[in-house]
């Protein structure tokens, strides 16, 4: 139990940096920028970036981490997934989910969490990925969806 004691730990100190971090930032792009930024160094995570919706598709945003895919279509991949269906997904092993893009062979498991605006349509979407396994638990989820949250559109 202490492994999952010192997640939570971290993800309510992560929230509360990052709602002070963004506050009264009114320019998305860079909000985005420093909230990657705290995720993935804070929690060690392999790629952690948003995509922007432009349009139909998602566009490559701020992220932390490798080269990744820059476009994707709705619908398309796991990022594509959670957009169209507006809810968080999570994948314990990419190779199983249908249609995964596949940026790079080194992810082996995903979370993407959508990004709404105040009408609840989806403007973008938080994905992170995991050279491990089954890297991602509904403490992630819960705790993503709050951060992303805090990103007001």
């Known amino acids: 139990m202490g492994a999952m004691k010192s997640k939570i730990e971290k993800y309510e100190l992560l929230l509360r940096q990052i709602d002070s971090l963004i506050e009264g930032e009114a320019d998305m792009i860079a909000a985005m920028s420093n909230v990657a930024a705290a995720i993935h160094h804070e929690m060690k995570f392999w790629w952690t970036g948003f995509y922007r919706v432009v349009g139909k598709e998602l566009v490559l945003g701020p992220f932390q981490g490798p080269v990744a895919c820059m ?10 997934k ?6 968080t997904i999570v994948v314990a092993d990419v190779e199983k989910f249908p249609g995964h893009i596949a940026c790079s062979a080194a992810s082996r498991s995903e979370i993407v969490v959508p990004m709404t ?33 805090l990103l007001k559109v």
């Open 117 to 149: 605006d105040g009408s609840g349509r989806v403007v973008a979407v938080l994905d992170i990925d995991s050279t491990e396994l089954a890297a991602f638990d509904d403490i992630d989820r819960e705790y993503l969806e709050k951060i992303v949250r």
């Open 71 to 80: 476009h994707i279509a709705y619908g398309k991949g796991v990022c594509g």
């Open 82 to 87: 959670a957009w169209e269906q507006g809810q």
